[in-house]
T-cell receptor, first 114, second 114 residues
Framework: GENVEQHPSTLSVQEGDSAVIKCTYSDSASNYFPWYKQELGKGPQLIIDIRSNVGEKKDQRIAVTLNKTAKHFSLHITETQPEDSAVYFCAASRRTSGTYKYIFGTGTRLKVLA | DTEVTQTPKHLVMGMTNKKSLKCEQHMGHRAMYWYKQKAKKPPELMFVYSYEKLSINESVPSRFSPECPNSSLLNLHLHALQPEDSALYLC?????????????FGPGTRLTVT
């Protein structure tokens, strides 16, 4: 079945450094790739997304890149801050039964050290 | 406003109890979702409602019964649950089929089955 691999599972960086999280998906029909940030005790929050007709998207300190040929997409966070500490989930999505069903990655716990 | 609200925030129930979880959104979204999330795992899709009709049931046991009374409200009725059903239950909504793809999550209900 479809799956999304996410690496690394944990990541510690010094404040101000960059963080990169990578995902690989298996379903070539996937055409939408969101990234979620989940803080302790809260629901996932959509932070950035990319569609299959775009190779890169940036929003202030965060950016996402997509390589459709290799079925890879990555989240890049620059100038990390302690408040970036959270669990990050990637997802791959395609239209199924009239809606968009997400296949989530296994998550990356990011810790930004002050 | 991208707010999805869920009540209650916490719920403790016995295996013979009947309880309900409630989710509400006022963004005019036409698709609503229930997810289950165990600790340190990604959300797992349970049900999808599209235009108030059940469109996806991910082979969820019948002790979980979803209901969509109107386009803003989604309920999850619980009956005869097992301790392994203890988890964070997340509701999400999205604009709807044929529209944009992003899903917005609520804060979740932390369920403990004793």
């Amino acid at each position: 079945g479809e799956n999304v691999e996410q690496h690394p599972s944990t990541l510690s960086v010094q404040e101000g450094d960059s963080a990169v999280i990578k995902c690989t998906y298996s379903d070539s029909a996937s055409n939408y790739f969101p990234w979620y940030k989940q803080e302790l005790g809260k629901g996932p929050q959509l932070i950035i997304d990319i569609r299959s007709n775009v190779g890169e998207k940036k929003d202030q300190r965060i950016a996402v890149t997509l390589n459709k040929t290799a079925k890879h997409f990555s989240l890049h966070i620059t100038e990390t801050q302690p408040e970036d500490s959270a669990v990050y989930f990637c997802a791959a999505s395609r239209r199924t039964s009239g809606t968009y069903k997400y296949i989530f990655g296994t998550g990356t716990r990011l810790k930004v050290l002050a | 406003d991208t707010e999805v609200t869920q009540t209650p925030k916490h719920l403790v129930m016995g295996m013979t109890n009947k309880k309900s979880l409630k989710c509400e959104q006022h963004m005019g979204h036409r698709a609503m979702y229930w997810y289950k999330q165990k600790a340190k795992k990604p959300p797992e899709l349970m049900f999808v409602y599209s235009y108030e009709k059940l469109s996806i049931n991910e082979s969820v046991p019948s002790r979980f019964s979803p209901e969509c009374p109107n386009s803003s409200l989604l309920n999850l009725h619980l009956h005869a649950l097992q301790p392994e059903d203890s988890a964070l239950y997340l509701c999400a909504s999205s604009p709807g089929p044929g529209l944009t793809y992003e899903q917005y999550f609520g804060p979740g209900t932390r369920l403990t089955v004793t």
